[in-house]
């Protein structure tokens, strides 16, 4: 019994064998021959003129010039015109063929050409398994397909999954892009592209860099991560990660965004970011903050939501909700801002109030929601805020505020003192980005305290109305007042005033919200 169980393990044993080890067959040459000085062990086989060396193994026909066949090591060397054909998926052509049959592996070399459904790769050296079905080159190799050329100087075939693993000095090109990696993996099938590594796409008017990603180069989309930036449209966007989609000619990112505009001199930065080219527009939002060079000092705009809209040309800028800017001497605050590159005009707006809250409100409730401005230590609020800078130094140029204006500043010396002075509108001037003349026009109103030069006793209160107010400002501080057309005051000792009349209508002091510093713009 146990004598023929043992006969039939080894006659399993061997048939297993002999199915996993196949030889491979000479199917027809055109002559054999066999020299054991010059080829040891070897079958020499030759074509002739109506027959080509043909060798089979496991579903592989080869063909060649000539061939060293080596039935004990079941392995051949094949030169001249050599053709591997496996199935209707695997062509390879080659100079020179070196296989074995055992392991099921090939080296074929000089003028490698290999084409599959999907490519065609051309190389010097290329490696191939069988049993793992996978080619490898690592001495250069050029694949193409219908339209696209991939050349790298080390590759990897996997035929499992119709992939390619390309390494060092990767390229790209296509007549709609080009990319340039340090390694990426590239499915013939679907041509999709995963990054692992420092690379660049360039498009017909994109640029894209990261140092991980994918890239769909069929519909010209992807998502990109690790240093990831976009030059779009005039537009550098860059941010932990980026999506991208030419065919609908957008793109968003998310955290640490920083959406540059070289043209106007401006950085948006947030943690989420909408671009859309076809309208020249983008969105950031999520702690979104603008900033606009001026020489030095640069102007810090921050907002809820910020827009920028139209081309590079003629942009416009807009935020949303919650406005705050910041400059050295002077900041602010609004419901909403609207900034034109090319006119170089700021407005700061609050939001619109229906007729029935203008109805209600007082004027001292308007002036808690309107536009503010500090100006060092002077205060101005106002129905609309406008400043313009001259578009050619990009320095501040000059300051408007239309209905309602009012300016206060707490007097230095006197405590809880107040300079006030209203008016219908306001105009100011700017020199080397300090405001130093400010008039106030129509219906002005004043109250202001004076002191003895010398011994800074106060004198009294000066009250006034007149048609115009025109005040010289130094070091950020109201120097001088110019009353014109008809002026009509009276200085008061300060006990003759009654509390109450040492306030215009309209004064609100909102000392609370200045903004004295850039990161205050962030607190609400």
């Given amino acids: 019994m146990k004598i023929k169980i043992s006969i039939l393990f080894l006659l399993f044993f061997n048939l297993i064998f002999t199915q996993e080890k196949k030889i491979i067959e000479i199917i027809e040459a055109g002559s054999f021959d066999r020299n054991e000085q010059t080829n040891p062990g070897a079958n020499i086989l030759k074509k002739n003129d109506k027959i080509r060396v043909h060798l089979f193994h496991d579903g592989m026909n080869i063909y060649s010039d000539y061939a060293l066949f080596f039935k004990k090591n079941n392995s051949f060397k094949a030169s001249g015109n050599v053709v591997v054909i496996q199935g209707d998926s695997i062509n390879l052509l080659s100079n020179y063929l070196d296989y074995d049959g055992n392991v099921r592996k090939i080296i074929a070399t000089g003028n490698v050409d290999f084409s599959n459904n999907d490519t065609n790769l051309k190389t010097e050296i290329l490696f191939h398994d069988r049993n793992s079905k996978e080619f490898f080159f690592e001495k250069g190799g050029i694949i193409k397909d ?5 050349k790298s100087i080390e590759g990897k075939y996997f035929q499992k999954n119709s992939k390619y693993t390309f390494n060092k000095n990767v390229e790209i090109n296509n007549p709609e892009y080009n990319i340039e990696s340090n390694k990426l993996d590239y499915y013939t099938k679907s041509e999709h592209a995963y990054f692992f590594g420092p690379t660049t796409i360039k498009g017909s008017d994109y640029d894209i860099y990261c140092e991980k990603g994918f890239y769909d180069t069929k519909k010209k989309s992807g998502f990109f991560t690790r240093n990831s930036k976009i030059n779009y449209n005039n537009r550098i966007i860059e941010g932990d990660s980026l999506n991208f989609d030419d065919s609908k000619e957008f793109a968003s990112a998310t955290k640490n965004i920083v959406l540059t505009d070289t043209i106007n001199k401006t950085i948006i930065k947030g943690n989420y970011a909408e671009v859309f080219k076809a309208i020249d527009s983008a969105m950031i939002t999520k702690k979104s903050i603008a900033i606009k060079m001026v020489e030095k000092d640069s102007l810090f705009i921050k907002a809820d939501t910020l827009f920028a809209i139209g081309p590079a040309e003629n942009r416009i800028i807009k935020g949303r909700y919650n406005v705050r800017i910041f400059k050295q001497n002077l900041s602010g605050k609004s419901d909403k801002i609207i900034i034109n590159q090319k006119s170089g005009l700021t407005k ?149 005033m009654e509390l109450n009349l040492k306030v215009l209508n309209g004064f609100n002091w909102r000392i609370e919200e200045k903004i004295e510093k850039k990161e205050e713009i962030f607190i609400k």
């Fill in 146 to 150: 219908s339209a696209t050329t991939i």
């Fill in 348 to 496: 700061l707006l609050r939001n619109e109030i229906s007729e029935r809250q203008k109805q209600i409100l007082t004027i001292n409730e308007i002036a808690k929601i309107n536009p503010i401005l500090w100006n060092g230590d002077s205060q101005m609020t106002g129905d609309e805020i406008h400043i313009t800078r001259d578009i050619r130094t990009n320095d501040l140029d000059s300051l408007k505020i239309l209905n309602n204006a009012f300016i206060i500043e707490k007097d230095t010396l006197g405590e809880n003192n107040f300079n006030q002075m209203k008016g219908i509108k306001l105009f100011g001037k700017f020199q080397k980005n300090e405001l130093k003349t400010i008039e106030l026009i129509q219906n002005t109103e004043m109250i202001y305290y004076l002191y003895d030069e010398k011994t800074k006793d106060l004198i009294g209160i000066d009250k006034a109305i007149c048609s115009s107010i025109i005040m010289e400002i130094e070091n950020n501080n109201i120097k001088e007042i110019t009353f014109f057309t008809n002026p009509e005051g009276e200085v008061y000792p300060e006990e003759e």
